[in-house]
């Protein structure tokens, strides 16, 4: 079992960057794919990026690619989202979420779930 813990949320301005952190307690954290969503007012939570348990393998939603960044560091059980030149579009709750097995887009394939972290872009 994996709980997962979001921080680094904040306001920011179009352009700027911001790091979230995801930091996932249980001893079997390394056996799972990682990925981060997103839910904006109104709209249904979206797959945003994903890594598979080594890090090997990422895989990004259009909108972010080149822009965000998902990495993980296992010795720290803790998943990471660079986002880089961010858009008012971005604004969001992020999401941290983790299932056993591979990279997947639909959200109902992943088990566990944190709390979620605000990220408001300004333009």
């Known amino acids: 079992q994996v709980q997962p813990v979001e921080s680094g949320g904040g306001l920011v301005q179009a352009g700027d960057s911001l790091r979230l952190s995801c930091a996932a307690s249980?001893?079997?954290?390394?056996?799972?794919?990682m990925g981060w969503f997103r839910q904006a007012p109104g709209k249904e939570r979206e797959f945003v990026a994903g890594i598979a348990w080594s890090g090997s393998n990422t895989l990004y939603t259009d909108s972010v690619k080149g822009r965000f960044t998902i990495s993980r560091d296992n010795a720290k059980n803790t998943v990471y989202l660079q986002m880089n030149s961010l858009k008012p579009e971005d604004t969001a709750v992020y999401y941290c979420?983790?299932?056993?097995?591979?990279?997947?887009?639909?959200?109902?394939?992943?088990?566990?779930w944190g709390q979620g972290t605000q990220v408001t872009v300004s333009s």
């Open positions: 979420a983790a299932r056993p097995g591979g990279i997947l887009w639909d959200r109902r394939l992943y088990n566990y």
């Open positions: 249980g001893r079997t954290f390394t056996t799972y794919t």
